[in-house]
């Protein structure tokens, strides 16, 4: 397996981090909407055998077992305190497994799943690293098979320190803040605040546009993308759905 490449970011250790994850994460209605768009994506495919890329304490997997109870799921995370929690959280749950792994080293055999969704987990795979991925997500999914893949992304493309993606950053992620500051979140607003300087100079958060995420995804092979915005859209998190072909 290849060194996970987002357990520790440079400015944030996701072991270190993994308690204090959903006390943040989960005071945040955009995220809340997030995970309910993409759950919404995966529909009727969760029926069948089901991938949590960058699971965390499992927030995902939760949703999806929600909706479609007994799904078979694998849950991969790069952090060990991360996939600690999600194995303790789900451990009466015999369609669960907890592995290590990240975007582009998936422990799993080729075509395994019918569905692999993702959250807020493949902007921190470096542009260099994008198109591996893509390919990676392709190789484990069933020819058929569906991506979900819900994430910040910008709308100016452009190399760190370019003014007009530095721009659109920086609208997006203060206005974030300040609606979370309007809605009583106030630690996910300084988290939010203090990755400002790692998303302009990509240390450790390589956001991009969405069209080049499914440039990436269509050279991998998936074909019938869709993009749906999560409210408030201004902020830049959306949902990509796609199909291996």
Excluded at 18 to 39: G, H, S, T
Excluded at 63 to 79: F, N
Excluded at 123 to 131: F, G, I, S, Y
Excluded at 167 to 175: A, E, H, T
Aim: proline content about 5%; aromatic content about 8%.
């Amino acid at each position: 397996m290849t060194p996970c490449i987002w357990r520790n970011m440079g400015w944030l250790d996701w072991d270190d981090f993994a308690r204090e994850y959903d006390a943040v994460f989960l005071e945040d209605p955009v995220y809340l909407n997030l995970l309910e768009e993409m759950i919404r994506e995966v529909g009727d495919a969760a029926s069948g055998s089901v991938l949590d890329l960058g699971c965390g304490t499992g927030n995902a997997t939760f949703q999806l077992l929600r909706a479609s109870p007994g799904a078979e799921v694998l849950a991969v995370d790069p952090s060990l305190r991360m996939r600690e929690l999600s194995a303790e959280r789900f451990k009466d749950e015999a369609g669960v497994t907890v592995e290590e792994g990240d975007g582009n080293s998936i422990p799993a055999g080729d075509g395994t799943f019918d569905v692999v969704m993702s959250s807020l987990t493949l902007h921190h795979v470096p542009r260099e690293r994008k198109a591996g991925c893509a390919r990676e997500l392709a190789r484990v999914l069933k020819p058929g098979g569906r991506l979900v893949y819900a994430d910040r992304f910008c709308d100016v493309d452009g190399p760190p320190g370019d003014p007009g993606r530095a721009r659109d950053m920086l609208q997006k992620l203060v206005g974030w803040a300040l609606y979370l500051l309007d809605h009583g979140a106030t630690r996910k607003m300084m988290m939010v605040l203090e990755s400002i300087p790692n998303d302009l100079k990509e240390n450790g958060e390589y956001v991009v546009t969405a069209g080049e995420w499914l440039d990436h995804l269509a050279e991998a092979g998936f074909e019938g993308t869709r993009v749906t915005g999560v409210e408030p859209v201004e902020f830049g998190l959306k949902v990509l759905s796609a199909k291996r072909a």
